[in-house]
């Protein structure tokens, strides 16, 4: 095909992928933004349209409570979290090589478990300024685990959303970090309802419209160590396996930072809308 015949279609698939966005989201790139539960459910749930709901947690101790360092302290004293480490807070990503710095590997965090609380809260605070940046995370349902003492602090479950999925969540996960913490892009097999209790989490959404530009690639396997148990990690290729990971060329996401309980953020500064789309 010659040039310009290819510049043609890449403009009509264009169009066509605007339309098809406008007719599965309403008006782009806006996410709706709700005073209560979506209505009906079918428009969202069953189409995978996101959507924010403003003061849905309000009504959670954990929205003034956990903003308490000492609160959380006392809570989970003598209770033992994982902390999953990197260089610079992005797990589960694409990182220069280890070997061969003109290609890419596929980076795991270091973890550490059986840590104080105590002392991860500390490493999570003085992430701001160390050469480790640390999360405190353990997906599998962590709520009603590693931090079961906080459970009672949000809703076990979300009426409406038990309702529209038929049943109750199969997991309610807790994650902690601080301002370098992101989490990569990846595509959940799941619906997911998402609260932020305190701080603020920038979203970057692609639409299941936009399916088409996910590409699965191989990369080498490789994860951060600890250099004699201390903070300074060290990325090494993982022996006997590569990991899959899905990969997408062409970002034309949906962003929405989310704060406590209002969910929205409003527009994003110069400043946060260039770190968002460096590193979707
Ligand atoms: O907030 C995080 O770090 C993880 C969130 C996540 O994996 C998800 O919502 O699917």
């Known amino acids: ?46 189409a995978n349209k996101p959507f924010v709901i403003s003061n849905a947690t309000l009504h959670w ?38 070997h061969d710095p003109s290609s890419l590997c596929f980076s795991s965090a270091h973890v550490r478990r059986g840590v104080p609380f105590e002392e991860a809260l500390r490493l999570v605070i003085d992430s701001s300024s160390s050469s480790a ?10 709520l009603s685990s590693e931090y079961s003492a906080l459970a009672g602090d949000a809703d076990a479950e979300i009426g409406w959303a038990t309702e529209a999925l038929g049943r109750p969540p199969e997991a309610v996960n807790l994650w902690i970090g601080g301002g370098r913490s992101e989490t990569w892009f990846h595509k959940d097999h799941y619906e997911n309802l998402y609260a932020v209790v305190s701080g603020k989490k920038h979203f970057l959404l692609l639409p299941p419209t936009d399916a088409h530009r996910l590409y699965i690639r191989w990369y080498p396997a490789a994860s951060y160590n600890e250099v ?5 990690l060290a990325l090494e290729l993982e022996r006997h396996f590569d990991m899959k990971y899905a990969y997408f060329n062409f970002l034309q996401s949906i962003e929405y930072p989310l704060l406590p309980a209002d969910g929205g953020g409003g527009e994003l500064d110069d400043e946060e809308q260039e770190a968002a789309m460096a590193h979707p």
């Open 1 to 46: 095909m010659d040039r310009q015949r290819q510049e043609i279609m890449r403009a009509k698939l264009a169009a066509l992928w605007e339309e098809v966005r406008e007719l599965r989201l309403g008006t782009t790139p806006s996410v709706d933004r709700l005073d209560g539960p979506p209505m009906p459910l079918t428009d969202y749930v069953s």
């Open 61 to 98: 101790p954990a929205l003034s409570l956990w903003t308490q360092d000492e609160y959380l302290r006392r809570a989970m004293e003598g209770r033992h979290v994982s902390v999953h480490l990197t260089p610079d807070g992005r797990a589960d990503a694409l990182s220069r090589h280890p």
């Open 133 to 142: 940046v640390a999360y405190c995370q353990e997906q599998n349902d962590c």
């Open 228 to 232: 004699n148990g201390r903070l300074k």
